[in-house]
């Protein structure tokens, strides 16, 4: 087993958390702890995910409105109202990005901020990944809205993953209680409903079947606010 001297080498030669040892005989939940001279105090990490792709960046500015750039190993956090909804990263982890930026549309991206200085995890699913300006030099990532910014505060050390998950050709959706493929309209990431996105596969009632829906507008939990293609009765 790697010893924490060990650790605390790679760690200070490395911002790539992944470049840690492999750590024998740890089990889900174990810590490992790291001492943090800055804060004078043992710092705690869990052991599992020591060796996963992760990056270690530390909180330039949490705002209303990020900038076009940062510096190497910091993020800025954008925020609206009660959630984190974008972060601005640096150049180098722009160019691991790109690699996820055109296969959005076919796989969920999930990010995971593991707060070193608060030892809390939060996570939040990826909409979209662009570059911050012209220059494609630094990436944009959207989230969608699960992270409280209060959380956060300036000069907080965040351990950043991003898990892939291929994305599931029909989403169930529920109507009144009854369950329906989704299938959202050429150009919706499914976020939020649109006119023209179906509803395949599921009952109106006991009696009636709905092929084929397509929602016109409305509360999308209401039968209300589909209109019936086709249906088996």
């Not at 982890?93 to 200085?117: C, I, P």
């Not at 995890?121 to 990436?139: K, R």
Request: aromatic letters at 10%; a negative charge; proline letters at 2%.
């Amino acid at each position: 087993m790697a010893t924490i001297e060990e650790i605390l080498t790679v760690l200070n030669n490395s911002k790539q958390v992944n470049e840690l040892p492999e750590l024998s005989g740890i089990a889900s939940g174990d810590l490992v702890a790291v001492w943090k001279a800055a804060n004078d105090r043992l710092e705690y990490y869990p052991a599992t995910s020591l060796t996963n792709q992760s990056f270690s960046f530390s909180i330039n500015a949490i705002s209303l409105g990020v900038g076009t750039s940062v510096a190497l190993n910091k993020l800025d956090v954008e925020y609206s109202g009660s959630a984190v909804t974008k972060i601005l990263f640096d150049s180098v982890f722009t160019q691991y990005l790109q690699g996820f930026s055109a296969l959005t549309a076919d796989y969920t991206f999930v990010l995971q901020l593991y707060n070193s200085t608060k030892l809390k995890t939060h996570i939040a699913e990826i909409t979209s990944i662009a570059y911050s300006d012209g220059t494609n030099t630094h990436s944009l990532v959207e989230l969608k809205n699960t992270i409280d910014p209060t959380s956060f505060a300036v000069n907080d050390v965040l351990q950043v993953q991003i898990s892939v998950a291929k994305k599931q050709l029909n989403e169930k959706i529920y109507i009144e209680g009854n369950a329906f493929d989704y299938v959202p309209i050429v150009g919706n990431d499914g976020s939020t409903f649109q006119a023209g996105d179906f509803a395949l596969n599921g009952r109106r009632s006991s009696t009636i079947f709905w092929d084929k829906a397509r929602y016109v507008s409305g509360d999308a939990a209401l039968f209300a606010s589909w209109e019936v293609m086709d249906r088996t009765i």
